[in-house]
């Protein structure tokens, strides 16, 4: 069964800290693994995406890692800003068209002053 | 200049209402898609239209109508609103059906459904 899983639920850390998040996933074939991040009150917004032949990626202060062979992605957000408060969230993707894409529920990052 | 706008953002109404949600997108994507995102932040997708086709229709209570005037709109319509239509619903867009290599979607800002 297609899933994807992230980890932690949600996470407080002080500002300026570090922060990895993570995602397991089932799918199969893999086709790609995207990081989205959600504002409060607003839509998902693309953070980053990894292919099968990309091992690391980095956008700013986030550096997003996968592991094609176990299956598991993360996202390290380095010297965490306040901005940086939001849910993020992993989708993979599987063949072609919009119901193969699979979403996790999300890890809802807090930083704190 | 706002890729993907939905209205209204928010929307609370009785049950048994009817209600609809507008969305357009001003990308020039062939693509537009309704989601919707429970309590627990989990998207999932309802319809998607191509150049105003439906091409995907998801187990959704067909009191839920989707409507495509043109590629660039997607509206929603739900019919006798009960308490677990209570949500967030995004739409979004992409490129192309195929989601060709990049998959990524664009979302609008969504829309909080609540009915009493």
């Known amino acids: 069964k297609n899933q994807v899983e992230q980890s932690p639920q949600s996470l407080i850390i002080l500002e300026g800290k570090n922060c990895t998040l993570q995602?397991?996933?089932?799918?199969?074939?893999?086709?790609?693994l995207r990081w989205y991040k959600q504002d409060t009150g607003r839509g998902p917004v693309s953070l980053t995406i990894?292919?099968?032949?990309?091992n690391t990626k980095s956008n700013g202060r986030y550096t997003a890692t996968l592991d094609a062979d176990t299956k598991q992605s993360s996202l390290h957000i380095t010297a965490s800003q306040l901005s940086d408060s939001a849910s993020y969230i992993c989708?993979?993707?599987?063949?072609?068209?919009?119901?193969?894409?699979?979403f996790g529920t999300g890890t809802r990052l807090t930083v704190i002053p | 200049d706002t890729a993907v706008s939905q209205t209204p953002k928010y929307l609370v109404t009785q049950m048994g209402n009817d209600k609809s949600i507008k969305c357009e997108q001003n990308?020039?994507?062939?693509?537009m898609y309704w989601y919707k995102q429970d309590s627990k932040k989990f998207l999932k997708i309802m319809f998607s239209?191509?150049?105003?086709?439906?091409?995907i229709n998801e187990t959704v209570p067909n009191r839920f109508s989707p409507k495509s005037p043109d590629k660039a709109h997607l509206n929603l319509h739900i019919n006798s609103l009960e308490l677990g239509d209570s949500a967030v619903y995004f739409c979004?867009?992409?490129?192309?059906?195929?989601?060709?290599?990049?998959?990524?979607?664009?979302f609008g800002e969504g829309s909080r459904l609540t009915v009493l």
């Open positions: 990308l020039g994507h062939d693509t």
């Open positions: 239209y191509n150049n105003k086709e439906l091409i």
């Open positions: 990894m292919t099968f032949s990309e």
């Open positions: 995602c397991n996933y089932t799918v199969s074939p893999f086709s790609n």
């Open positions: 979004a867009s992409s490129q192309d059906m195929r989601l060709p290599t990049s998959g990524e979607l664009f």
């Open positions: 989708v993979v993707k599987t063949g072609a068209g919009a119901n193969n894409l699979f």
